[in-house]
């Protein structure tokens, strides 16, 4: 089954009681028992939720997993994966990271003592080179936010599970519609389905995806005894955004490669960071690892803060928020914005400086996203 065909019908039979081809929003917080502990699958919604067991059924079959769990939120997601690794555990993580996820990090080693060092994984040799040290965690994205840098799954599967240490991959930006990282070797999928799984821009939520069902069941204790679980109406809306995944997708790869070869051919930008232009350096990595390029990209102006500022005021259909992956077209300033929280000299050293810019690219037509963008290149 290809993958348009499974987002829409995997894990997601018709409603055996009523035949609803949609599955119904079940809004109980607890289930009668014909005796104690005697259930029908279900006691209490925090413990499961009809309406989320399909999302996670689905979440899980497109993602090549055993084992969906969604989540309220995708740093939610995240600290439960954290809460498996026990105080003087050590991760890896790749260097250029959302600035929430790093921040999560950064507080497990203040407070419970998780060890974690930061490498480039766009090249194999730092990251063997750190997995010299026992290491329970490989962590990483790709594409990066905000440098859109691209790292070899299957090699850095291989060189973890050598090391002995799990790997977990932020699928945010790619979505399974052009990236399943378990299939080439990873053990854990973390999404933000905030962002292109909704696709929307109208809930907060967050998943991972196991590939291995005893993995998985212990994160489901996880899941349930720290309780960061999305509403069933946010589950709902989340089938929903994965019933499309696949044409938009699409879409939002044509618009991001429209404003990418505009910002590409101005004096004004310094670099153009999006894996579908050749001038990227792990672009043939991209083509063959995954099915599209997606629709995020960055860019830094010459002029810094000053001129990125200017630029921001001129657009008229680019939005600036925060966020990413609805079918509207946004814009983030990552130094001020999303990956504030990280210090300056760290962020400075990674390339995120004051006229870097992160771009959503949505599903308007892709001719008035570029016009957008050259508009608010032009001289004053």
Known sequence: MRFSTKAIHAGQPPDELTGAVNVPVYLSSTYAQSAPNRTRGYSYSRSGNPTRAVLERALAQVEGGRTGLAFSSGLGALATLLGHFPSGSRIVAIDDLYGGSWRLF??????????????????????VSALQKPTDLVYLETPT???MRIADLGAIARVAHRAGALMAVDNTFATPALQRPIERGADVVLHSTTKYLGGHSDIIGGALVLKSRSLGEKLRWLQNAIGAVPSPFDCFLVLRGLHTLAIRMRAH????????????????????????????????????????????LSAELKGGLAEARRFLRRLKVFTLAESLGGVE???????????????????ESRGISGGLLRLSCGIEDPSDLADDVRSALRDR
Do not use: C, K, W
């Open 253 to 296: 790869g044509e618009s991001a490669r429209a404003v990418a070869e505009v910002l590409e051919a101005s004096a004004r930008i310094r670099s153009v960071h999006y894996p579908g232009l050749r001038s990227h350096p792990q672009h043939a990595l991209a083509r063959r690892q995954m099915d599209g390029f997606g629709g995020m």
């Open 329 to 347: 077209s946004l814009i983030d300033h990552p130094a001020l914005m999303t990956h504030a929280s990280v210090p300056r000299a760290e962020r």
């Open 106 to 127: 950064e507080h497990h080693r203040r407070q419970f003592g998780v060890q974690t060092e930061y490498v480039d994984m766009t090249r194999l040799g730092p990251l």
């Open 145 to 147: 936010n905000p440098l």
